[in-house]
Structures are given as C-alpha cells and as structure tokens.
C-alpha cells in the first residue's frame, strides 16, 4: 500500500500568511495527488488535482507542486475561511490512500 | 445541481448489519465510477469502496473486504454499500462520492455527499 505522510500535523498561522503542507508519499504515484480541504461537520472539497490543476471554482491563492515524491500545497495569503483540515490522496493505485491530514488554525 | 444524498446510517450492535444508500442528481452516474469513503469520529479519511460504471469491477480496502458490499442501479441513479459484520472499528461517517476517472492523472473524487452516521455500539 502506498502511504501519504503530511507535514506538518498542525500548523497555526494568521490571516495574510503564506502557509505550505507537505505531503510525502512512499512510492512513486505520478501526479496522481489530489488535496481536498475539510470543514467542521461538512464533506471535503477538491481543491487541486493531478498534483497541480486547481479545480474549477477554487481561489487561485491556492496551488500545487511535486517534486518526485513530495507534494506540496501552499496557500499565499490566508483568508479566514481557509483555518480547515487539509488531506492528500493518491489514486495512482489500490488501495486509495489519504493522508493523515493538517490542522490548519488560527494563531 | 451535481448532487449527492446518503442515508441508512444508525446504531448498530456488534456484528449487526446496515444497508447505506446514496442517490444521484444532477448528472447520470452510469457514466463515472463511484465511492464510498469513512470518517472515524476525530480521525481522518479512509476510502472504502468503488465500483465501475457498470458495475463489473468492485475494489474494496482490505479491511472491509468480505464484509462490505457495493453495488448500484443506475437506472435509480443510486449506490448502496451492504455493510456487515460491523465492529466498534467501522463507527464512522460514510461519504459517497463521485470518481471523476478523467483522462492522464485527473482522477479525484470530485463530488461528495453530505455523509451519514453508522455508530457501532453494544
């Protein structure tokens, strides 16, 4: 199985900072990477897919690297509805795995 | 509006049995393959369960197979995941999804449901 591990696991930061979550995967998934942003009691949403294609409607503060198997997803200026837990996925095989998320808080 | 609504979840005893339903709007899901994926309570993310567009290809995370069962009926526009032999482990919030299979790595799940509540409990 292919494991996703993000960094940091809680990150506090405040509103205007640039902010970035790593995601290190174990064995290679091509750009196979989605991150997804989680709210409170709501369902995740799709922010950036193929490691760094941002889906339709999401602000482009957000965005996407890889370097072989590390991804990152960076925020450039954090707005208030940004303080949520982020998770990474890779689909590039079975099992689909997530990571294990990061608590993005306000500081 | 791309939508989807689960419902089934509920308390169950130790090795009891529940049948989770989601139902589709908005787009034809005999069209996409489709998911369902866990929250334990405080925990992260987990996917479950996926099924081709047709039904003929069923994947499952190694900790569910044998006990879990996904199926749909595209002619409802609807997804079923038959969960048994449930243990205080499988206490979770199931989201189903939609798994856009897009061409080259543009695969994600793309569309969730608001999720439904199994508690495992004596």
């Known amino acids: 199985d292919i494991q996703l591990t993000q960094s940091p696991s809680f990150l506090p930061a405040s509103v205007g900072d640039r902010v970035t979550i790593t995601c290190r995967a174990s064995q290679g998934v091509g750009s196979y990477l989605v991150w997804y942003q989680q709210k409170p009691g709501k369902a995740p949403k799709p922010l950036i897919f193929?490691?760094?294609t941002l889906q339709t409607g999401v602000p482009s503060r957000f965005s996407g690297s890889e370097s072989g198997t590390e991804f990152t997803l960076t925020i450039s200026s954090l707005q208030p509805e940004d303080f949520a837990v982020y998770y990474c996925?890779?689909?590039?095989?079975?099992?689909?795995?997530f990571g294990q998320g990061t608590r993005l808080e306000i500081k | 509006e791309e939508q989807l609504v689960e419902s089934g979840g509920g308390l169950v005893q130790p090795g009891g049995s529940l049948r989770l339903s989601c139902v589709v709007s908005g787009f034809t899901s005999s069209s996409y393959w489709m998911s369902w994926a866990r929250q334990a309570p405080g925990k992260g993310l987990e996917w479950v369960a996926n099924i081709s567009p047709d039904g003929s290809d069923r994947r499952y995370v190694d900790s569910v197979r044998g006990r879990f069962t996904i199926s749909r009926d595209n002619v409802k526009n609807s997804l079923d995941l038959e969960v048994s032999s449930l243990t205080v482990e499988d206490t979770a919030v199931y989201y189903c999804?939609?798994?856009?299979?897009?061409?080259?790595?543009?695969?994600?799940?793309?569309?969730w449901g608001q999720g439904t509540k199994v508690t495992v409990s004596s």
């Open positions: 996925q890779q689909l590039k095989s079975y099992p689909i795995t």
């Open positions: 999804a939609r798994y856009y299979d897009g061409s080259g790595a543009n695969d994600r799940f793309d569309v």
């Open positions: 193929a490691a760094s």
